[in-house]
């Protein structure tokens, strides 16, 4: 049997300077891009991410050669594995040792008694989506969140409300 190559205008690429990615990469690396490492390289995406979105699953289905119907069987059948953030705006809290130490476990109590949200909630209105993850590849940034794609670091505990309250304010973000 031939494998059928991805045709080059559809393959996805992915920041391969960005930290979360190289540790996606080496995961798959360590099995030799094997389809069995498809839980552990999700696992590894949920982790550095926070979510997996649909270019992480076409991406993993692209490199590991499993259909994609199968990555999104296997992202949606396992609760631990959060697909894509429902909210307008989306905030995903480093909860790595690193980040956890220099402040971010305040700013996850804070999430719940400022906007009512545990990780892996949206509030009501759709505004904001809260997620955490074990570790973005940025420890010497720590304490580090992600707001939108963006990430941030080396703040206060009180800046870093200060930012999110700024950053949902601001409705150009
Ligand atoms: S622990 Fe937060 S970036 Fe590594």
Request: proline share 5%; charged share 25%; with cysteine.
């Amino acid at each position: 049997m031939t494998l059928t190559a991805v045709p080059e205008t559809k393959r996805i690429e992915v920041d391969q300077t960005d930290k979360r990615w190289k540790l996606v990469r080496i995961t798959m690396q360590k099995h030799n891009y094997s389809p069995r490492a498809l839980i552990e390289t999700l696992h590894v995406i949920q982790d550095s991410f926070g979510f997996i979105d649909n270019e992480a699953m076409q991406y993993v289905s692209q490199e590991l050669r499993v259909p994609l119907s199968k990555v999104y069987g296997v992202a949606t059948f396992y609760n631990n594995f959060t697909s894509k953030p429902a909210g307008e705006h989306s905030l995903v809290l480093c909860t790595g040792t690193a980040c956890y130490v220099k402040g971010n476990d305040q700013i996850v109590e804070w999430m719940k008694e400022r906007f009512g949200l545990n990780p892996n909630e949206t509030t009501p209105d759709n505004r904001l989506s809260f997620m955490t993850a074990r570790c973005v590849g940025a420890c010497g940034m720590a304490p580090v969140m992600i707001l939108d794609g963006h990430i941030m670091g080396k703040m206060s505990p009180d800046e870093m409300k200060q930012r999110i309250e700024e950053w949902l304010s601001n409705d150009s973000n």
